[in-house]
């Protein structure tokens, strides 16, 4: 089975980066380039952003998840703490964001490090939840394997029925964590592949240092 697909080109033309147009503060770039996103009809997710990680068996992963927060100090995503990506962090808290606007031809490269948030942070954005997505937190085991569908919606029945009328608790295992940047790169597609690359990366002193890469 093939499929050549060489023949799948697009020329990048929408917009640039320049340093004269950029923030000295990469996260006040993100969040300028993310307000522009939002403002742009054609993504219906502007924060769904890809987190790569490095498993237990030594090989990366990336997997597509949800960006709940971004702060001066960094961006903040949930998950069950005990997944295949929770074990991961534990081993390894050293992981890469990436986000793709193919609307404004833009992708965001970050790397960090991943710590757990405060517990009354996660508990507080549980509890904002819908009731549904805090069930299905409580049900999941989270990258174990099942053996059917059918078993995960009798559980899922079962807990329906127990917490009618009452609060759910947040379970331990499932929190927030918040991704500290290190490096954080800009890139906006240009003409001839000739593609604008604008990179942060943070010093000893807690500035940045800004640098222009060759596309």
Not at 134 to 149: C, H
Request: hydrophobic share 30%.
């Amino acid at each position: 089975m093939q499929k050549n697909l060489g023949n799948y080109r697009k020329s990048y033309e929408k917009n640039s980066l320049t340093e004269g147009a950029i923030k000295e503060n990469p996260l006040e770039q993100f969040q300028k380039w993310f307000y522009e996103v939002e403002a742009t009809e054609g993504v219906d997710e502007p924060n769904a952003m890809t987190i790569s990680t490095i498993g237990l068996d030594g090989f990366p992963k990336s997997r597509v998840v949800l960006l709940k927060k971004y702060t001066h100090e960094g961006f903040i995503f949930y998950t069950n703490y005990n997944s295949e990506k929770g074990k991961a962090i534990a081993q390894n808290p050293s992981v890469c964001l990436s986000f793709f606007w193919p609307n404004l031809e833009r992708q965001v490269i970050i790397k960090g490090t991943a710590e757990k948030i405060a517990e009354n942070l996660s508990d507080g954005y549980f509890e904002s939840r819908p009731v549904g997505s805090q069930l299905g937190a409580v049900v999941s085991n989270q990258s174990e394997v099942i053996g059917s569908r059918e078993v995960l919606e009798r559980e899922l029945e079962a807990l329906e029925k127990k917490y009618e009328g009452k609060s759910i608790e947040r379970p331990k295992h499932w929190g927030g964590y918040l991704i500290r940047p290190i490096s954080m790169e800009f890139w906006q597609g240009r003409p001839n592949r000739l593609h604008d690359r604008i990179r942060y990366t943070l010093q000893e002193d807690y500035d940045w240092k800004i640098e222009r890469l060759a596309p």
